[in-house]
């Protein structure tokens, strides 16, 4: 993706916020009002927004500051697709990975920093039904800003774990009961080749960099998604989405 000083310089401001996050554009803010755990600080939205999200707002007592767009576009730079909404909330509450017991499928992402590939992973995650999402503590961006936005509500939905150690969030998993399976484009099997059980981890790295040593070390098997074309490599979120599909209907069948 090309340099984007604008994202940069969002991205700086939602890290400089400490504890603060933005969340802009309607599905993020809906789904961050509707969730009772996430706490809202302030609103500000413009007047047609806040008719669109009166019921949420009532339900929790909140009165937005009512603005032009512009003064939006201001707040969070040019090119945030804001929608007439933002709203400055809390973080949720720490999980760890035993809180994801009765997950299903679970993904693990190994220091993936782009937040519109975070995004659209954990909008897939919404959408398959898969029950969490491990990701590095550090070299991981911010839960808020852009990637609320291509989250498009997966991350006021889908339960994040933030892991200090990779390696022994994936140790635990395994102890778990899941099925780990490492994601590379380069490997000989193929994941669609692969006998799920019940509880599987999909496991996938950066672009650039793949899956780290450790990571892999910590995984059952490495398999790749099989493709027909010239090109086996996918970008990481669209992997993971059907990665996803393909662990869902797995688990289907069996069942």
């Known amino acids: 993706m090309p340099f984007d000083q604008n994202q940069k310089n969002r991205r700086d401001r939602e890290r400089r916020a400490g504890d603060s996050v933005q969340i802009y554009g309607s599905h993020a803010v809906e789904a961050a009002l509707a969730n009772m755990e996430r706490p809202i600080?302030?609103?500000?939205?413009?007047?047609?927004?806040?008719?669109?999200?009166?019921?949420?707002?009532?339900?929790?007592k909140l009165e937005p500051a009512?603005?032009?767009?512009?003064?939006?576009?201001?707040?969070?730079?040019?090119?945030?697709?804001?929608?007439?909404?933002?709203?400055?909330?809390?973080?949720?509450?720490?999980?760890?990975?035993?809180?994801?017991?009765?997950?299903?499928?679970?993904?693990?992402?190994?220091?993936i920093t782009d937040p519109h590939n975070v995004g659209a992973i954990l909008r897939s995650a919404a959408a398959f039904g898969a029950g969490g999402?491990?990701?590095?503590?550090?070299?991981?961006?911010?839960?808020?800003?852009?990637?609320?936005?291509?989250?498009?509500?997966?991350?006021?939905?889908?339960p994040v774990v933030l892991a200090?150690?990779?390696?022994?969030?994936?140790?635990?998993?395994?102890?778990?009961?899941?099925?780990?399976?490492?994601?590379?484009?380069?490997?000989?099997?193929?994941?669609?080749?692969?006998?799920?059980n019940n509880r599987v981890a999909l496991v996938l790295g950066a672009e650039d960099k793949g899956l780290r040593r450790l990571t892999r070390e910590n995984c059952d098997v490495i398999c790749a998604i099989e493709t027909v074309g010239a090109l086996r490599s996918l970008n990481v979120s669209n992997a993971a989405a059907i990665?996803?599909?393909?662990?869902?209907?797995?688990?289907?069948?069996?069942?």
């Open 41 to 60: 600080l302030r609103v500000t939205a413009t007047a047609n927004a806040a008719n669109r999200i009166a019921e949420l707002l009532a339900r929790r």
């Open 66 to 111: 009512i603005v032009a767009p512009r003064e939006l576009d201001r707040m969070l730079g040019e090119g945030a697709v804001h929608q007439g909404l933002l709203v400055e909330a809390g973080p949720l509450p720490a999980l760890d990975v035993s809180d994801l017991s009765d997950a299903r499928i679970v993904l693990v992402l190994d220091q």
């Open 164 to 196: 200090a150690n990779l390696a022994r969030a994936l140790e635990e998993l395994g102890e778990m009961g899941f099925t780990r399976i490492g994601l590379d484009s380069e490997a000989d099997g193929f994941l669609e080749a692969q006998s799920l």
């Open 133 to 158: 999402l491990v990701m590095t503590a550090h070299h991981a961006p911010p839960l808020s800003g852009a990637l609320a936005k291509a989250a498009s509500g997966g991350l006021d939905t889908t």
């Open 243 to 255: 990665a996803l599909h393909s662990a869902r209907r797995a688990q289907k069948s069996r069942a």
